[in-house]
């Protein structure tokens, strides 16, 4: 821990001394121009206001980068480890500053879309980057304010809407691989009525996801996004917003168990849909605001083996959620008040069967439960450098024992060009359905799990030069981990694999450091650097252990350079570090890798926007997930055309 706080303090020092560096932090000048966070708080506020590590990939980004799903942009996110199970649309997993991959909570236009039937993830492999407009990432504890999912961030992922009177937009490209992605959207804004549709297909034939055999792992998946607003009055607006994933992707598993993955005939089709009904209120004065939502999300999965259907989940989680907020002191002073209800469904279906020394087992369940939460949040601006801010959130949960999580931060500008902000919190994370009830071959539930607990703290420095032009950020992190779920412990009975809590704590430690900046009137860049050292007690090795695909360095950098007013080419770099997997009861080793990406975008006319896409550039071979083979050099050509 010293040697890790040492180097930060050293690495942060010679960056700040030498390096013309930008962060997503803005100064307090520029407060009144920056777009506000809608996730870093119960009301959206200002970045220059909150003690939180930020990184907002905006539309411009989105259009330059033209990426086929959403997680392949959050590899350049400082703190964010992707580990995706084969090629496009493969299951992926994100994991932030070293915590799992469920503790990371998505918001989908507000909606929760982690799935309670798949270990309460999202599956990033079904993610379409499709009719987004922008994302939010907030990284490090939010259940303060957001409850169990949110115990290592939140990403916000806000869909576009129509901001003209009409509009229509279509788009298609083919690349390799036999990929095809096309889509069209229609939008009007009328008065105070706005309504948008959007509909995208994805389709590819994939490679093999095995080391061996020749058979393509294929995906497909259909998204239909719709966005419609309101604006009743100038105090009252009301919204609805819905999104639906359907589709497929082929997949290959270890059928003999023996660490290697099998080319087999494997399917998993999904469906996932969310929606939201809100109703914002804003009085005459501004003094008070009040917003209430109802939400929903559904989730199905199916996998099917030669085309025979085996085990099929499917989960609901609908909210009703009210917040109300109250300004005074010429509005730098703000309480807010949550009140939620959240009410969960799980099912699984498939065919008892017998397991010999393990038992026969019923995998066929219908399992709920339900959390009621209040939380409280307050928030000071004392002065023109100095703001303050408190959360605390209290859940009745149906399954576990009542839980308060609390976290406080502040944020203080040193001067024109330093800002510097910190963060002390706690947060849960209660055991899934599949962790407690959940059968699949050889895995056993255990309904006696306790919710994980965490402690954490950060401190950062925001540091801006050349007139604001370029600007470093870095951020050290602690976290404390205690209960630990161990997805793949022993059971003593039966010898077949189960969860429990660790016994012990693990432990995440690391800096971020992050750069944003104009180098000249046609070239900007964004850089990221990301140490973490992410580590469990191992009761056999009685000493801490490294956590399995969590590699210790990450980096990133991305230019984008307008090189003609018509042409704008952008250059993407991602490394990441040497990390382990496991391969019970082994431990393995995955090597590093390092992928070069480019992409260019040429305006052929006012409505034609012709680009290009190459996607690892230099053909590097490389695997995420032990035995899970990834995607070459491939390369999309494709056209966008505005009615």
């Known amino acids: 821990m010293k040697n890790i706080r040492s180097m930060a303090t050293a690495v942060t020092a010679s960056l700040l001394s030498v390096l013309p560096f930008s962060a997503q932090g803005q100064t307090l000048q520029q407060s009144e121009i920056e777009e506000v966070l809608v996730s870093a708080s119960l009301l959206p506020i200002a970045a220059s206001r909150s003690a939180n590590a930020i990184t907002v990939i905006d539309s411009e980004q989105l259009k330059n980068r033209a990426a086929l799903s959403v997680s392949d942009l959050l590899r350049d996110v400082p703190g964010m480890a992707v580990s995706r199970s084969g090629v496009q649309g493969s299951a992926t997993q994100i994991r932030v500053r ?3 991959a469920n503790h990371l909570l998505v918001l989908i236009d507000g909606v929760e879309a982690n799935d309670p039937s798949q270990s309460d993830e999202l599956n990033w492999g079904t993610l379409s980057a499709a009719d987004i407009e922008r994302i939010e990432v907030i990284r490090g504890p939010q259940s303060a304010m957001r409850g169990s999912d949110a115990m290592a961030g939140v990403v916000n992922i806000i869909t576009r809407r129509a901001d003209q009177p ?15 992605n096309s889509g069209f959207s ?19 034939e994939g490679e093999n996801i095995s080391r061996t055999g020749s058979e393509k792992d294929g995906y497909q998946n259909t998204n239909v996004n719709l966005n419609a607003g309101w604006t009743v009055s100038d105090e009252l607006r009301l919204s609805f917003a819905a999104r639906q994933s359907d589709g497929m992707n082929e997949f290959d598993g270890d059928n003999d168990f023996d660490g290697l993955v099998d080319d087999q005939d494997k399917v998993s089709e999904f469906r996932n849909s969310t929606m939201r009904v809100q109703g914002d209120y804003v009085s005459a004065d501004g003094r008070f605001q009040h917003k209430l939502v109802i939400a929903q999300s559904n989730n199905d999965n199916e996998a099917f083996d030669a085309g025979v259907l085996g085990t099929s989940t499917s989960s609901s989680k609908d909210q009703y959620q009210y917040i109300g907020s109250v300004f005074w002191d010429g509005s730098t002073q703000r309480v807010s008040v949550l009140a939620e209800r959240e009410e969960e469904d799980f099912q699984q279906r498939g065919t008892i069967d017998d397991y010999g020394v393990y038992g026969i087992y019923d995998p066929n369940q219908d399992r709920e439960r339900n959390t009621d939460s209040i939380a409280i949040e307050y928030r000071s601006d004392i002065s023109d450098s100095l703001s303050l801010a408190a959360s605390s959130r209290y859940d009745d949960n149906s399954e576990f024992d009542s839980a308060n999580t609390f976290r406080v931060e502040a944020v203080y500008q040193l001067n024109d060009g330093t800002r510097l902000r910190s963060a002390y919190g706690t947060a849960i994370k209660n055991p899934t359905f599949t962790e407690r009830f959940g059968f699949y071959t050889n895995f056993i539930g255990n309904p006696d799990l306790k919710p994980e607990e965490l402690t954490s703290w950060e401190l950062g420095v925001d540091q801006m030069l050349f007139d604001n032009s370029l600007t470093l950020s870095a951020t050290l992190f602690d976290t404390e981990l205690k209960n630990e779920i161990n997805g793949s412990a022993v059971d003593p009975v039966t010898f077949g694999f189960t969860s429990t809590n660790k016994n012990g704590k693990s432990q995440r430690q690391g800096i971020e450091l992050t750069a944003i900046g104009t180098m000249s009137n046609s070239l900007s860049l ?24 969590r590699a210790r360095h990450m980096a990133s950098l991305n230019l ?11 250059a993407n770099v991602q490394h990441n570090g040497s990390q382990t997997d496991v391969v019970f009861p082994n431990i393995v080793a995955l090597d590093s890798y390092t ?39 491939g390369a999309s050509l494709g056209l966008r055309f505005s009615l």
């Open 98 to 100: 070293g915590a799992e």
């Open 595 to 633: 992928l070069v990406n480019l992409n260019a975008n040429f305006s052929a006319t006012e409505k034609l926007v012709v680009y290009l896409r190459l996607d690892n550039l230099f053909d590097e071979a490389y695997e995420e997930v032990f035995s899970y083979q990834t995607l070459g050099f």
């Open 166 to 180: 009409l509009s229509a937009n279509l788009f298609t490209e083919a690349g390799s691989f036999g990929t095809s």
């Open 526 to 549: 964004n850089a990221a650097y990301t140490y973490t050292d992410s580590v469990e007690w191992d009761e056999e090795e009685h000493a801490y252990i490294d956590e399995v695909r």
């Open 560 to 570: 984008a350079w307008q090189a003609m007013d018509s042409l704008q080419i952008n």
């Open 186 to 204: 229609v939008g009007s804004k009328q008065g105070d009525f706005d309504a948008r549709l959007g509909v995208n297909h994805i389709e590819t």
